[in-house]
DNA sequence: ATGTAC
C-alpha cells in the first residue's frame, strides 16, 4: 500500500490504476498499526471506490475505519450527479440511517442512583430489544407506514409521539426529500409495520448515561450539557425494512451496472447513475427507509420518555440532537451538488451552518460517537476542518476490535452481566450471548478515535458520557 | 446490521 503522510494525522494514497482520485485517509500511529495488521484491506476497499463513476475528489475514511460491504466502514465517497456520478446501497450500508439519538435530562447522575433499577426494567420493558423484536402495544398499518417514510418524525408528533421542538433537533428534521414508498417492496412494507420503535440487536443500545467530562464548555454550554447530567443516548436503525430495501437494491444493481457501462471492480460495490431509473428508484427508496429509522429513534423516544416517567423521574427529556451515520444524501460542497454517501461515517457541519439549529449553530453540529458499553460515549462539534477537508463528515463510533467468535470465545465461563454490575452499569438484554459479543473488550477505546478525529481537525471534542444503565438486543 | 439460510 503506497500512501504518504500528509499531516499529523492525515495521509494521501496517489491515484493508481483504476482510480479516479486519490484517497484520503485519517489515523494515529495506532490507528495505522491496525491497518498494516489486517494487510490494509480496508485502505483497499476505499482505493476501490476512488474507481467509480463521477467520484468527487478525494475518496475519504475516518478515523475509526474498518473492513465492511463494498465500502468501508468509516467511509465518505460523494459523487456528481452531473458527471454520471452513481449511487452505490454498499456505501450506504445494510442499515440504511443506523444513527443515534442523544437526549438531556434536568436530573443528576444522584438523581438516578436511588431508582436505577426501576428505571432499568421500566426501560427495557418499554423499548423491545433483540433480533425480529416487535411493537405489540402500538399498530401501524400500510397507509400510516407509507406517512412515516414520507415525513418521518413529524408524522409521528402529530400523532403525541413526541413533541414539536423534537424536530428541530433531528438531522435535516428526520426527513428526506427524496422519499417514495412506492420503491419499497410489499416485503420490506411487512418487515417494518411491526418494527416501528424496536432496537434491534449486535451493537444497537439505548444507555441512560451521565456527563463525567466536559472539555469545551462553551459548545457544552450550547449544547445544554453540564458535568454530573445525565443523558440517554439511542444507537438503532431501521431494522427489518432498511435491510430488504438494501438487499433488493444490491441485487438489482449488479444487473444494471453493466448495462450503464459501469465497471464493478468488486461486486459488492453494485452501483447505478444517480440520474437513472434504477439510481433514483434507490435513492427512494433508501430515503424513505432513512426516514423510518428516524421515526424509530422517535418512537423510542416517546417510550423513554413513558419510561422516566413511570420511574418517577418526571418528563423533562429534551433531543439534543438526532445524527445518522448510514446513509447518502445531496448537499453542496464547493459550490456544486453532490450526493455524499457517509457510511459509518457522520455528518459534521461547522459552525455558522444553516442547517445546524440556531441554538447550536455558533458551535458547529453535535457530532455523537458512541463507545462500548462499558467505558464512554463522546460528543464532539463539527469544525470548519471537516467542511474544508471531508465534505462535512466525522467519525461514528469505536469499531470492532475482536471478532463475534472470538468475543464469544473471550466471555466463555464469565459473567459479563455481573462484571458490569461491579462497575455500577445496570444491564438489561434480549441476550446473553449478544452482550458477550458486545463486551467493553471486544471494541477499541472511542477515546483513541476521538483524539485522532480531534488532532486532526475534523471534529472537536465536547464532552464524554459514561454509561449507567444499558438496555441491549 | 439482518425473521444471523426463502
Redesign the pocket.
Same mark, same amino acid.
Given at each position: 500500500m503506497n500512501f504518504e503522510q500528509v499531516s499529523g494525522y492525515k495521509y494521501r494514497i496517489p491515484r493508481t490504476g483504476k482510480m479516479r482520485t486519490d484517497a484520503v485517509f485519517y489515523a494515529s500511529e495506532e490507528i495505522l498499526k491496525d491497518l498494516a495488521a489486517e494487510n490494509y484491506a480496508s485502505l483497499r476497499q476505499i482505493c476501490n471506490v476512488a474507481t467509480l463513476t463521477g467520484i468527487v475528489e478525494p475518496a475519504l475514511t475516518m478515523p475509526d475505519i474498518h473492513w465492511g460491504y463494498g465500502f468501508p466502514i468509516g467511509g465518505v465517497a460523494a459523487f456528481d450527479p452531473d458527471e454520471g456520478g452513481v449511487v452505490s446501497p454498499g456505501g450506504v450500508g445494510?442499515?440504511i440511517n443506523?444513527g443515534v439519538r442523544l437526549l438531556t435530562a434536568p436530573l443528576g447522575r444522584e438523581d438516578i442512583a436511588r431508582r436505577s433499577k426501576e428505571l432499568a426494567d421500566a426501560l427495557y420493558g418499554a423499548v423491545p430489544s433483540g433480533? +425480529?423484536s416487535v411493537r405489540k402495544d402500538v399498530r401501524f398499518g400500510r397507509k400510516d407506514l407509507r406517512q412515516i417514510m414520507e415525513r418521518g418524525p413529524e408524522w409521528l408528533v402529530g400523532r403525541g409521539y413526541g413533541r414539536e421542538e423534537d424536530l428541530e433537533y433531528i438531522e435535516s428534521r428526520g426527513r428526506l426529500p427524496d422519499a417514495d414508498p412506492d420503491h419499497v417492496s410489499d416485503?420490506a412494507y411487512?418487515?417494518g409495520l411491526k418494527?416501528l420503535g424496536t432496537l434491534?440487536?449486535?451493537?444497537?443500545f439505548l444507555e441512560v448515561q451521565y456527563v463525567d467530562e466536559i472539555y469545551d464548555e462553551e459548545a457544552a454550554g450550547a449544547y445544554g450539557l453540564s458535568e454530573g447530567q445525565v443523558t440517554v443516548l439511542i444507537h438503532? +436503525?431501521s431494522?427489518?425494512l432498511g435491510?430488504?430495501v438494501c438487499q433488493e437494491y444490491v441485487e438489482l444493481f449488479l444487473e444494471a451496472a453493466p448495462e450503464y457501462g459501469i465497471e464493478l471492480v468488486d461486486r459488492q460495490l453494485a452501483a447505478a447513475p444517480i440520474e437513472s431509473p434504477e439510481g433514483r428508484a434507490y435513492l427512494g427508496a433508501m430515503s424513505a427507509a432513512a426516514n423510518f429509522a428516524f421515526a424509530n429513534r422517535q418512537l423510542i423516544t416517546h417510550f423513554t420518555r413513558e419510561a422516566f416517567e413511570s420511574a418517577g423521574l418526571g418528563d423533562g427529556l429534551r433531543v439534543l440532537y438526532d445524527l445518522a451515520h448510514n446513509n447518502a444524501k445531496f448537499e453542496e460542497h464547493g459550490g456544486r451538488k453532490v450526493l455524499v454517501h457517509r457510511k459509518g461515517a457522520t455528518r459534521a457541519f461547522g459552525p455558522g451552518n444553516p442547517e445546524v439549529p440556531a441554538r447550536y449553530r455558533s458551535a458547529g453540529q453535535p457530532v455523537l460517537v458512541p463507545g462500548d458499553m462499558g467505558r464512554y460515549s463522546f460528543v464532539l462539534a463539527g469544525t470548519e476542518g471537516s467542511m474544508r477537508e471531508t465534505f462535512g463528515s466525522s467519525a461514528h463510533g469505536a469499531g470492532r476490535k475482536l471478532s463475534r467468535k472470538k468475543a464469544k470465545k473471550a466471555a466463555k465461563g464469565r459473567n459479563i452481566i455481573r462484571e458490569m454490575e461491579r462497575l455500577g452499569i445496570l444491564v438489561r438484554a434480549a441476550?446473553r450471548a449478544t452482550v458477550d459479543e458486545e463486551m467493553s473488550e471486544a471494541y477499541k477505546d472511542a477515546a483513541g478515535v476521538v483524539e485522532a478525529t480531534h488532532a486532526a481537525g475534523i471534529g472537536r471534542k465536547v464532552a464524554r458520557l459514561r454509561p449507567l444503565i444499558v438496555v441491549k438486543?
Amino acid at each position: 500500500m503506497n500512501f504518504e503522510q500528509v499531516s499529523g494525522y492525515k495521509y494521501r494514497i496517489p491515484r493508481t490504476g483504476k482510480m479516479r482520485t486519490d484517497a484520503v485517509f485519517y489515523a494515529s500511529e495506532e490507528i495505522l498499526k491496525d491497518l498494516a495488521a489486517e494487510n490494509y484491506a480496508s485502505l483497499r476497499q476505499i482505493c476501490n471506490v476512488a474507481t467509480l463513476t463521477g467520484i468527487v475528489e478525494p475518496a475519504l475514511t475516518m478515523p475509526d475505519i474498518h473492513w465492511g460491504y463494498g465500502f468501508p466502514i468509516g467511509g465518505v465517497a460523494a459523487f456528481d450527479p452531473d458527471e454520471g456520478g452513481v449511487v452505490s446501497p454498499g456505501g450506504v450500508g445494510f442499515d440504511i440511517n443506523c444513527g443515534v439519538r442523544l437526549l438531556t435530562a434536568p436530573l443528576g447522575r444522584e438523581d438516578i442512583a436511588r431508582r436505577s433499577k426501576e428505571l432499568a426494567d421500566a426501560l427495557y420493558g418499554a423499548v423491545p430489544s433483540g433480533v +425480529g423484536s416487535v411493537r405489540k402495544d402500538v399498530r401501524f398499518g400500510r397507509k400510516d407506514l407509507r406517512q412515516i417514510m414520507e415525513r418521518g418524525p413529524e408524522w409521528l408528533v402529530g400523532r403525541g409521539y413526541g413533541r414539536e421542538e423534537d424536530l428541530e433537533y433531528i438531522e435535516s428534521r428526520g426527513r428526506l426529500p427524496d422519499a417514495d414508498p412506492d420503491h419499497v417492496s410489499d416485503r420490506a412494507y411487512e418487515r417494518g409495520l411491526k418494527q416501528l420503535g424496536t432496537l434491534g440487536s449486535g451493537n444497537h443500545f439505548l444507555e441512560v448515561q451521565y456527563v463525567d467530562e466536559i472539555y469545551d464548555e462553551e459548545a457544552a454550554g450550547a449544547y445544554g450539557l453540564s458535568e454530573g447530567q445525565v443523558t440517554v443516548l439511542i444507537h438503532t +436503525g431501521s431494522r427489518g425494512l432498511g435491510h430488504q430495501v438494501c438487499q433488493e437494491y444490491v441485487e438489482l444493481f449488479l444487473e444494471a451496472a453493466p448495462e450503464y457501462g459501469i465497471e464493478l471492480v468488486d461486486r459488492q460495490l453494485a452501483a447505478a447513475p444517480i440520474e437513472s431509473p434504477e439510481g433514483r428508484a434507490y435513492l427512494g427508496a433508501m430515503s424513505a427507509a432513512a426516514n423510518f429509522a428516524f421515526a424509530n429513534r422517535q418512537l423510542i423516544t416517546h417510550f423513554t420518555r413513558e419510561a422516566f416517567e413511570s420511574a418517577g423521574l418526571g418528563d423533562g427529556l429534551r433531543v439534543l440532537y438526532d445524527l445518522a451515520h448510514n446513509n447518502a444524501k445531496f448537499e453542496e460542497h464547493g459550490g456544486r451538488k453532490v450526493l455524499v454517501h457517509r457510511k459509518g461515517a457522520t455528518r459534521a457541519f461547522g459552525p455558522g451552518n444553516p442547517e445546524v439549529p440556531a441554538r447550536y449553530r455558533s458551535a458547529g453540529q453535535p457530532v455523537l460517537v458512541p463507545g462500548d458499553m462499558g467505558r464512554y460515549s463522546f460528543v464532539l462539534a463539527g469544525t470548519e476542518g471537516s467542511m474544508r477537508e471531508t465534505f462535512g463528515s466525522s467519525a461514528h463510533g469505536a469499531g470492532r476490535k475482536l471478532s463475534r467468535k472470538k468475543a464469544k470465545k473471550a466471555a466463555k465461563g464469565r459473567n459479563i452481566i455481573r462484571e458490569m454490575e461491579r462497575l455500577g452499569i445496570l444491564v438489561r438484554a434480549a441476550s446473553r450471548a449478544t452482550v458477550d459479543e458486545e463486551m467493553s473488550e471486544a471494541y477499541k477505546d472511542a477515546a483513541g478515535v476521538v483524539e485522532a478525529t480531534h488532532a486532526a481537525g475534523i471534529g472537536r471534542k465536547v464532552a464524554r458520557l459514561r454509561p449507567l444503565i444499558v438496555v441491549k438486543g
